[in-house]
C-alpha cells in the first residue's frame, strides 16, 4: 500500500510540475524563454541520469554524455534514413524515441556489463575510454553520421497526434512532457526498494553483498537505466536543433554535468535541475560583459566547494536542519531537567 501511495504521489507532483510548465509557457509565450527551457530540459535530463550514478549508486562515469550522444544519433539516423519517414509517417518520431531509448540502453548494458567490474577510479576512466571510442566511432563513419561536421541538413519531424515539432508552441510543450516523464521514471527507481539497494551499495559494497546481493546486477542495470534517461536528452536536443553532434558526446560535456551536479547538490534530488539552471543563468549573465565564462564556473564551482563545501539545496537542507534543532532544543533541555529534578524528588523520599 505505501508504494502504491509513493507511485500515485510521485505521478501527481509530476503531472502537477508538467502542468506548470505548460502555463509558463502560455503566460509568458516568448520564444527565448522556450528555447531557453528547452535546451535546459535536455542538460537537465543528462545531469538528473548522471546523479543516479554519483549521487545514489557511488559510481563517478566520466563517459556519461556519449549515451545523451547516442540518443541523438540513433533518433536523427533513423528519422533522415531513406524510408523510415515514408514507412511508419506520422508515428515515426514516437517510433525513433524508443528506438533511441532502447537502443542507447542496449548499448549502456554493454558498456556497464564490462565498466561494473571495476571501481572508483578504474570505472571512471574506462567508461571515459568508451566514450573516447564511441566519438572516434561517429568521426569515422563519416557517411552515416556527418563525422566532425555532425548530422546536420535537418532531421525530418512529421506531425503526429496533432503536435507539429516545427512549430516552438509544441516542441517547447513536447519537449516538456519527455522532461517530467524522465525525472519521474529516475524518481520511481530511486523511491522503490531499487533504489534503496542502490544506496546500500553506494555506501557499503561489501557488506551490501554480505547480505546476498548482487551487487554487480545492481550497478548494470543503474547504469543501463541511467544511459536511458540521458538518451531522452538527447533527443529532446535533437529536436531541438534538428540536428546531433559529435562533440555531444565529449568529455566536456560529461564534465559539465558533473559540475551541474555539484553546484545543484548531490545529496538532494532536484539539485542536479538547480544545477543546471545555475550554470545556464552563469553562462548568460557572463555573456553579457566577457567572453571568459569558464573562468567564471570555474570560480562559482571553487565557492560551491571552498566555502559552501556542498551544492546549493545541500547547504540550504543542512541550514534548515540545523534552525529546526536549535528550536526543539530549549524544550528538549527543558524535558531533561523535569526528568532530573523528578529523579531527585523521588530519590529524596
Same mark, same amino acid.
Given at each position: 500500500m505505501?508504494?502504491?501511495?509513493?507511485?500515485?504521489?510521485?505521478?501527481?507532483i509530476a503531472?502537477?510540475c508538467?502542468?506548470?510548465?505548460?502555463?509558463l509557457?502560455l503566460?509568458f509565450?516568448s520564444?527565448?524563454?522556450m528555447?531557453?527551457?528547452t535546451?535546459?530540459?535536455a542538460s537537465?535530463l543528462?545531469?538528473m541520469? $548522471?546523479?543516479?550514478?554519483?549521487g545514489y549508486?557511488?559510481?563517478v562515469?566520466?563517459g556519461? !554524455?556519449?549515451y /545523451?550522444? %547516442? &540518443?541523438?544519433?540513433?533518433f536523427g539516423l533513423?528519422l533522415k534514413?531513406?524510408?523510415?519517414?515514408?514507412t511508419?509517417?506520422?508515428w515515426?518520431?514516437p517510433l525513433?524515441?524508443?528506438?533511441a531509448?532502447l537502443?542507447?540502453?542496449?548499448f549502456?548494458l554493454i558498456?556497464?556489463?564490462i565498466c561494473a567490474?571495476?571501481?572508483?577510479?578504474?570505472f571512471?576512466?574506462?567508461t571515459?575510454?568508451f566514450q573516447?571510442l564511441?566519438i572516434s566511432?561517429?568521426?569515422?563513419?563519416?557517411?552515416?553520421?556527418?563525422?566532425d561536421?555532425?548530422?546536420t541538413?535537418?532531421?525530418?519531424?512529421p506531425?503526429? $497526434?496533432g503536435?507539429d515539432l516545427?512549430?516552438?508552441?509544441?516542441?517547447?510543450?513536447?519537449s !516538456?512532457?519527455? /522532461?517530467? %516523464? &524522465?525525472?519521474?521514471?529516475?524518481?520511481?527507481v530511486t523511491?522503490s526498494s531499487?533504489?534503496?539497494t542502490?544506496?546500500?551499495?553506494?555506501?557499503n559494497?561489501?557488506r551490501t553483498s554480505f547480505?546476498?546481493?548482487?551487487t554487480?546486477?545492481?550497478?548494470?542495470?543503474s547504469?543501463t537505466i541511467?544511459g536511458s534517461v540521458a538518451?531522452?536528452?538527447g533527443?529532446?536536443?535533437a529536436?531541438?536543433?534538428?540536428?546531433?553532434f559529435?562533440?555531444?558526446?565529449?568529455w566536456a560535456?560529461?564534465?559539465?554535468?558533473?559540475?551541474?551536479?555539484?553546484?545543484?547538490?548531490?545529496?538532494?534530488f532536484f539539485g542536479?535541475?538547480?544545477g543546471?539552471?545555475?550554470m545556464r543563468?552563469?553562462?548568460?549573465?557572463?555573456?553579457?560583459?566577457?567572453?571568459?565564462t569558464?573562468?567564471?564556473?570555474?570560480?562559482v564551482?571553487l565557492?560551491a566547494?571552498?566555502?559552501?563545501?556542498?551544492g546549493?539545496?545541500?547547504?540550504?537542507a543542512?541550514l534548515?536542519?540545523?534552525?529546526?534543532?536549535?528550536?526543539?532544543r530549549?524544550?528538549?533541555v527543558?524535558?531533561?531537567e523535569?526528568?532530573?529534578?523528578?529523579e531527585?524528588?523521588d530519590?529524596?523520599?
Amino acid at each position: 500500500m505505501r508504494v502504491t501511495n509513493i507511485f500515485l504521489r510521485d505521478c501527481l507532483i509530476a503531472l502537477a510540475c508538467f502542468a506548470f510548465l505548460l502555463a509558463l509557457g502560455l503566460v509568458f509565450p516568448s520564444l527565448w524563454l522556450m528555447d531557453t527551457l528547452t535546451a535546459l530540459f535536455a542538460s537537465g535530463l543528462l545531469a538528473m541520469s $548522471l546523479h543516479l550514478l554519483i549521487g545514489y549508486t557511488g559510481l563517478v562515469s566520466f563517459g556519461h !554524455a556519449a549515451y /545523451f550522444a %547516442a &540518443g541523438a544519433y540513433i533518433f536523427g539516423l533513423l528519422l533522415k534514413a531513406p524510408d523510415f519517414v515514408a514507412t511508419f509517417g506520422a508515428w515515426s518520431v514516437p517510433l525513433g524515441i524508443v528506438a533511441a531509448v532502447l537502443g542507447t540502453a542496449l548499448f549502456a548494458l554493454i558498456v556497464g556489463l564490462i565498466c561494473a567490474r571495476l571501481s572508483e577510479i578504474y570505472f571512471a576512466f574506462l567508461t571515459l575510454a568508451f566514450q573516447m571510442l564511441f566519438i572516434s566511432l561517429i568521426q569515422g563513419f563519416v557517411s552515416f553520421t556527418g563525422g566532425d561536421q555532425g548530422l546536420t541538413g535537418g532531421i525530418p519531424r512529421p506531425a503526429f $497526434l496533432g503536435i507539429d515539432l516545427t512549430r516552438s508552441w509544441d516542441r517547447y510543450g513536447f519537449s !516538456a512532457f519527455v /522532461f517530467v %516523464a &524522465g525525472v519521474l521514471v529516475i524518481r520511481l527507481v530511486t523511491e522503490s526498494s531499487f533504489g534503496y539497494t542502490l544506496r546500500m551499495v553506494r555506501d557499503n559494497e561489501r557488506r551490501t553483498s554480505f547480505l546476498g546481493v548482487n551487487t554487480y546486477r545492481v550497478k548494470v542495470i543503474s547504469f543501463t537505466i541511467a544511459g536511458s534517461v540521458a538518451a531522452l536528452g538527447g533527443v529532446i536536443l535533437a529536436i531541438f536543433t534538428s540536428a546531433a553532434f559529435p562533440e555531444w558526446a565529449g568529455w566536456a560535456h560529461s564534465g559539465e554535468a558533473i559540475f551541474m551536479i555539484m553546484l545543484g547538490g548531490v545529496n538532494s534530488f532536484f539539485g542536479p535541475i538547480l544545477g543546471a539552471m545555475a550554470m545556464r543563468l552563469i553562462n548568460d549573465v557572463t555573456l553579457l560583459y566577457t567572453t571568459h565564462t569558464e573562468l567564471t564556473k570555474g570560480i562559482v564551482i571553487l565557492f560551491a566547494v571552498l566555502v559552501l563545501k556542498r551544492g546549493i539545496l545541500d547547504y540550504a537542507a543542512d541550514l534548515i536542519r540545523g534552525r529546526r534543532a536549535q528550536g526543539h532544543r530549549p524544550s528538549a533541555v527543558a524535558d531533561v531537567e523535569k526528568v532530573e529534578k523528578r529523579e531527585n524528588a523521588d530519590a529524596a523520599a
